[in-house]
């Protein structure tokens, strides 16, 4: 029943800025969402969370000053703002749904998550 499908990837220059969406279905079923990236070469990191009811965040130290998670609970949707882009930020990105309530790691790693979508392509130009 619960669906993730993220959107909003492209093309841009270092510096520039970008959002990515991502709506969820099934939403009563999932406690915690989150957004992933792998490059290529590189293994699948986390990037930053956000809790369905309370909007409580956490970042992954590369991103914590220049990105950030916000939910709209009316459109089941998540955001991912992402400024001051950097060639390094060019990735996969991927919007995942976590059922669990608590989380040992603090929900940052992708085994925590059970809904995964089907990612989006961010290239950042220097």
């Known amino acids: 029943q619960v669906q993730v499908a993220e959107s909003g990837g492209g093309l841009v220059q270092a510096g520039g800025s970008l959002r990515l969406s991502c709506v969820a279905s099934?939403?009563?079923?999932?406690?915690?969402m989150g957004w992933f990236r792998q490059a290529p070469g590189k293994e699948r990191e986390f990037v930053a969370a956000?809790?369905?009811?309370?909007?409580?965040?956490k970042y992954a130290d590369s991103v914590k000053d220049r990105f950030t998670i916000s939910r709209d609970t009316a459109q089941n949707t998540v955001y991912l703002q992402m400024n001051s882009l950097k060639p390094e930020d060019t990735a996969v990105y991927f919007c995942a749904a976590s059922p669990v309530r608590s989380s040992r790691y603090g929900f940052s790693r992708g085994d925590e998550y059970a809904y995964w979508g089907q990612g989006t392509q961010v290239t950042v130009s220097s």
């Open positions: 099934g939403r009563t079923f999932t406690f915690v």
């Open positions: 956000i809790t369905w009811s309370f909007g409580a965040t």
